[in-house]
């Protein structure tokens, strides 16, 4: 099975500092991509989404492999994304 393409857009544009939260990765790569290829089935991965903090490392990390960025990039992605969930909780 072939990786889809635009997981190296994503690693542009990781790069290039244009997606700065992880859940922005999605504007330009399906949901269903990635929770394929995890093995996810799409219930788990949405509430995962909405819930970043129930995320697993191992997890993470696959993404980061799939993009081909470093775990670490994620990880801030998604630290990123964990202080807006937060911020926009205590909002509502």
Known sequence: ???????KTVKNLITDGHIKSFDEIF????KSIVYKDLGMNNNRFNFLLENIDHFDLKDIF?????IEIDEK?????TYKQYQLNKKN???S
């Open 27 to 30: 504007d330009t790569l399906p």
């Open 1 to 7: 099975m072939t990786k889809d393409k635009r997981y």
């Open 73 to 77: 990039v994620l990880l801030d992605l």
């Open 62 to 66: 696959r993404i980061a492999a799939l």
């Open 89 to 91: 909780k205590i909002k």
